[in-house]
């Protein structure tokens, strides 16, 4: 069975950083793109950074260029998000989404897509 779990959320101040995590098991975490979704309340989710099963291809939303960086350690089944210069606008419930497609200008989950529960991010003005 397909487990994600995010771990690092939290409050922080404008211009602060957080580092998110995805713990993952029960699928052969090489094999997969793999990426980080948002969702604000009132707003639809929305695709923040994706990275491919090999590590070579990276999405990033226009938003987040220049602020955030994906990686992913293979040997350890864990997807990170480095968070910095955080702004309001960054708020949402952060998700990690496993078996996603990834390219370079789009990410976007597939139909096997698994989600985890979700870590509150909040930064505050």
């Known amino acids: 069975q397909v487990q994600l779990v995010e771990s690092g959320g939290g409050l922080v101040q404008a211009g602060g950083s957080l580092r998110l995590s995805c713990a993952a098991s029960?699928?052969?975490?090489?094999?997969?793109?793999i990426g980080w979704f948002r969702q604000a309340p009132g707003k639809e989710r929305e695709g923040v950074s994706c990275?491919?099963?090999?590590?070579?291809?990276?999405y990033y939303a226009d938003s987040v260029k220049g602020r955030f960086t994906i990686s992913r350690d293979n040997a350890r089944n864990t997807l990170y998000l480095q968070m910095n210069s955080l702004k309001p606008d960054d708020t949402a419930n952060y998700y990690c989404?496993?078996?996603?497609?990834?390219?370079?200008?789009?990410?976007?989950?597939?139909?096997?897509?698994?989600w985890g529960q979700g870590t509150q991010v909040t930064v505050s003005s």
């Open positions: 990275i491919s099963a090999s590590g070579a291809v990276t």
């Open positions: 989404a496993a078996k996603v497609a990834v390219a370079a200008r789009s990410c976007g989950p597939t139909g096997v897509a698994s």
């Open positions: 029960g699928f052969t975490f090489t094999s997969y793109g």
